[in-house]
Every structure is written in structure tokens, then in C-alpha cells.
């Protein structure tokens, strides 16, 4: 049933991409990261058509297939911006995107979820309200959603093995290149999920030492 022999050259072809698994998930996370808090400040203030747009702008994201959403801006974009995106840059920007919708509503509950007398004290004491949502609320919110943050930049790992329907040499893809080459796809599937498992692994203890290291610094 089972012949590693065949593929167990093209390990390394399949291991090569890890790096570009990396890049995709890391920049996509950055970019989740910093248009989720900008989303969520927008939710929690008062200003209304940032507001609207918002909850609008995560409900189009959440409320869509993720692979639509990269679709779209693979193959449709250029006929809007006249030029071609490459699979890369189109796949950080597409789950960019929608991590952002995700981490919007993580972010927002964090920052309800803190103590609405430390917002008043600092109104009370004549802080800025950026200078407040910067040095107290969020770090106290990011403290609190650190585990939910890291579930979201695991499913991000996860999920990025769909770049394979726009060609990106990730893992998957090349798994399925093995597969079609060698006629034996049971092989080096299972090889790319022995990747993004370990890959999971990393992630969570990562995630589970930066949460101790924050716990001692209470």
C-alpha cells in the first residue's frame, strides 16, 4: 500500500517550500495584525461611517470563501488594474485581508473585555485617547487574546495550503507536482501533512512560551 521509495527523492523538492508557506503566513500576519487593530478601533469608536464601514468590510470577509476571495484577486484584479499579480504577493494580500476580518473581532472583545474604569480613569487624568489605547488598553486586550491570536495564525498556516489553486510552490503544491510525476499521490500528501503538522507544533509551543513569559510579567 504504502512506497516511500519513489517520492523519498523529492523530499527535499517538497521541503523547499516551507520557505515560501513562511513568507506568505508571516506577511499575511503582519498585515492581519495591523488592519485587524486599525478595524477594531474603528468598531469600538464613535466616529460612525468608519464604524459601518468596519463591520461591513468584516462581514464581506468573513461571510465569503476565502479561496473566492483569492480568486478574485489573482485572476480578476488585473483586468481592473491592467497588469498581473504573482501568486505570492496575491496570496499574502488575499489572506491579509481576511485574517484582518477575524482578528478585527478578537481585538474588539479584548479591548470590551477590559475594565471600562481604567478607560475612565485615563479620560479623568487628560490622556490622549491614543496615547491610551496604545500604552493601557491594548497591551492589557493583547495580553487576553493572545491564545484566540495564535489559533488565528495556526488556521492561517493551515489555510495557506490553498495558494495551490494559483500555482504558488508551497507545500501543497508541490506535493501534488510529486504526486503527478510519480503517479503516486497517497505518499507525498501524507508528507505534506507530516509538515504542516510539525509546523502546528512550532506554532503552539511558541505560542504557549510567549504566553508564560507574558503571565510572569504581571
Known sequence: MFDFSRVTPSIPYILEGIGITLQIVIFAAIIGLVLGILLALCKIGTFKPLKWFANFYTSIFRGTPLV???????????????????PIPAAIIGFGLNSAAY??????????????????????????????????????????????LMNEFITLNKESAIVTVIGALDIMRRAYIVGGETF???????????????????????????????????
Do not use: H, W
Request: no cysteine; net charge positive.
Open 68 to 86: 473566492l476571495q483569492l480568486l478574485l484577486i489573482y485572476y480578476a484584479m488585473p483586468q481592473i488594474l491592467g497588469f498581473n499579480i504573482e
Open 103 to 148: 482578528v478585527s473581532e478578537i481585538i474588539r472583545a479584548g479591548i470590551n473585555a477590559v475594565d471600562k474604569g481604567q478607560q475612565e480613569a485615563a479620560k479623568a487624568l487628560g490622556v490622549p485617547y491614543s496615547k491610551m489605547m496604545k500604552d493601557i488598553i491594548l497591551p492589557q486586550a493583547i495580553k487576553n487574546i493572545l491564545p484566540s
Open 184 to 218: 503516486r499521490y497517497l505518499e507525498p500528501l501524507l508528507i505534506a501533512g507530516g509538515i504542516y503538522y510539525v509546523m502546528t507544533l512550532i506554532l503552539t509551543f511558541l505560542g504557549q512560551m510567549i504566553e508564560k513569559r507574558m503571565r510572569r510579567s504581571d
